[in-house]
Structure formats: C-alpha cells, structure tokens
C-alpha cells in the first residue's frame, strides 16, 4: 500500500509558541496578513494581542472578526472582499474550526474566484491560496493540519464538504496555553470531536500505516485526558496533551478521511444550529454500534488502546464494552440528545429525507467500514433522537 500523507511544512507546536507568528510571518515573505477571527476572541483582546505582535515586527494587518459558528458563504464572501479590498498578502486565522475553516475558503476564492459551492466534493480547487497561518484556540476540530474546510451554502442551508490539498495551511501554531479559559462544554464538544477524528480515521477505508499509528495514540491520549480538562479547567498537563492530540488527530482523518459520524453530523448542524463537536458526540455511540459488524477487529482494537476493553478480552466483548463506554462518556460530558437539545420534534423527522441526502452526497459514509443505504442513516437519526 502507498500512502501520500500532506501536512503542513511549518508546525510550532508548545506554550508561548503564539508569539512566534511575526517570525514565521517573515518566513513565508509576508508583510500585510489579514487575521481571520470571531466576535468572541476579538471582543476578548486575543486578536488585538495577534495585531500588536505583528506590528512591533513591522508587519501591517487588518482583522475580520465576522466568523459564525457554522461558516457561510455568505461571511465568506465578506471576507474575501476584505481581503482583496486591503490588499493583503496571507492569511491568519485565529480561533476554533471555524475561524479556520473561514480563512481557508477566503484564500480559496481570493485565487480561483467563484463561489464556495463550485468547490464542494468532489469538484476540485485549481490553485493554492496564499500563505495561511493557522493559530488554533481550542482542541478539538484539527482544521489547522486538513486538507478540509466546511462551508454552509447561506441559500440552500447545506454544509458543504470541500476537500483538497490546496486547503492545507502553510503554518500551524499549537499553543495549548490559548486553551486554558475554554468553557466547560466546549471543551466537552471540541474533545469529543478530536476523538470522533481518532476513531474515524482508524477504522476508515483509506487508513493506512502512518495515519493509524498517530490516530491510536490520539484516541488513547483523549480517552484520558478530556474528562480532566471537562471537570478541571486549569490543568495544564490536561490541556496540553489534548491540545497535541487533537493535532495528531487532525493530520490522521486528514489523511485518512473521516466516515459515516462526520457524514450524518454536518446537515444536524446546518439545520439545527447544533455545535459540530456536539453532533458527532449525539452520534458516535450508535454509528459505532452500526458500523462494527463490519470491522469488529479495528473497532475493538479502539477499545483496547482507550482502556474501555481489557488485552485478552474477545473482540466481541472489546466492541461490546466500546459501546457502552461511548454511551457512559456521553453522560459524564452532559451530551444532550437532540430531543434534549431542544430541537422542534416535526422539525427534526421533517428534516431527516434531506438529512440523509447531504449525508450520502457529503461522501463521507462512503468511507465507513459499514456503508450504508439510505432507510439505514435514516433508521440512524431516528434511533438517536431521544
């Protein structure tokens, strides 16, 4: 088997590592970045920080602090505009997964043009971007190593799956320190995301050797880190290792792909609002109990290196014992059903026939050792909603 594994070629990764994004601002021959973040971060003083750090080093920059939870097209568009308007030369993105996503898809359309639903999956994105620094905050969705970015179409309500080695960033900064006032659910939502990568990428039908030694070690390392970080928001050590980790998990389904939980997630969010992370978590222990059938020996390989399933456990007990893991996991992070989340119940079964038709056309359940057929996603939402 041949494996073309992409990452990007500069990664900082460690405390204090936030203050080296002017140095390798210098590195890329960058000198106007235009720093992509959210209302939150900006209104909080961490853009303002980025902006000042890039001055002092002569740099000039601007910020575009209009990033939504749920990337669009249409804030994608703004901030095009903005980037083209000031003239800039790179990007940096600060923030979770949709700061990121947001400035992958700008520097996307700033070269090739267009509109971000000419480059769902499986259309391909001629040219690279510019230069893109990418200064994650949270520890979870990885965006700062894919070649992935998610963008919801403001007219049709669809998350939009867009893949290619174009996306890649040219710098990842991973600095566990930015972390330490992530609020209690977030963190829940954004670990239980990373995990979603680790899992999905081992048991994936594009896994191979390099992407199922580092999604092993992300799993394991989660597993027994995020409850530490969910009940004590200061611990260091806690932080750190998730943050890693949801890195390592990053560069696995990169290079991997993710499966049928990522599939079915993006239209419950694009419908319903519902945080990425929280989606996957409403969804992985029953996609998992779905899927194993097919792949009872990767699946109960999880259980085993998480510590769910002892070593001379069968493999039928070590996915048995997964499962319920999953589901006790969920409890103790407080992950509400959808019913619980507050979703209108006609509105949820109204949805699930185009649910299950943005699943199938994301491409995603494709790679799930158990692919599915469409009454069974469906059977799937239905099973998860209380």
């Known amino acids: 088997m041949v ?6 070629p500069i990664l900082k990764i460690g405390g204090g590592s936030f203050n080296e994004v002017p140095a390798i601002l210098a590195r890329l021959n960058c000198v106007r970045p235009l720093i992509v973040t959210d209302p939150f971060l900006a209104s909080r003083g961490l853009s303002g920080m980025l902006e000042d750090l890039i001055r002092k080093s002569g740099g000039e ?3 575009f602090s ?10 994608v568009e703004a901030g095009v505009r903005a980037f083209i308007g000031g003239r800039h030369d790179s990007l940096v993105s600060l923030g979770g997964g949709s700061p990121i996503d947001t400035a992958k898809a700008i520097g996307m359309l700033a070269v090739n043009g267009g509109q971000a639903r000419d480059y769902k999956v499986p259309n391909q994105i001629p040219k690279s971007g510019p230069p893109h620094i990418a200064v994650p905050t949270t520890a979870g969705t990885g965006s700062e190593v ?15 799956l867009i893949a290619g080695g174009a996306l890649l960033t040219s710098a990842a900064v991973v600095d566990f320190e930015l ?4 609020p209690r ?7 239980t995301d990373s995990l979603t990568h680790a899992i999905e990428a081992y048991v994936s039908r594009k896994a191979n050797p390099f992407t199922d030694h580092i999604a092993l070690s992300a799993m394991k390392t989660i597993w027994a880190e995020l409850p530490k970080a969910f009940n004590e928001p200061n611990n260091r050590a806690a932080r750190e290792a998730m943050m890693l980790a949801a890195t390592l998990a990053g560069i696995a389904f990169s290079n991997a792909s993710v499966a049928l939980v990522h599939g079915m997630s993006r239209p419950i969010g694009a419908f319903f609002h519902v945080p990425h992370g929280l989606s996957n978590a409403m969804l992985l222990p029953a996609v998992t109990a779905f899927s194993i059938p097919a792949q009872e020996e990767r699946y109960s390989d999880c259980a085993r290196t998480m510590g769910i399933a002892a070593s001379d456990d069968s493999n039928n007990v070590a996915c048995r014992k997964l ?7 969920n409890e103790e992070l407080q992950v509400p059903s959808p019913k619980k989340f507050g979703i209108a119940e006609h509105r949820y079964f109204e949805a699930i026939p185009t649910m299950v038709e943005q699943a199938l056309a994301s491409g995603s359940p494709q790679n799930n050792p158990r692919i599915p057929i469409g009454q069974e996603i469906e059977q799937l939402y239905r099973e998860v909603w209380e």
Do not use: H, N, Y
């Open 61 to 63: 920059c601007a910020v």
């Open 146 to 160: 894919t070649r992935f970015t998610v963008i919801t179409d403001s007219a049709k309500d669809e998350k939009m």
């Open 323 to 329: 499962v319920e893991g999953l589901f006790r996991r």
């Open 66 to 75: 209009e990033t939504v939870a749920d990337p669009t097209s249409d804030v």
């Open 3 to 8: 494996a073309e594994i992409q990452i990007p």
């Open 179 to 182: 972390t330490l006032s992530m």
């Open 185 to 191: 659910r977030l963190t829940a939502d954004t670990g």
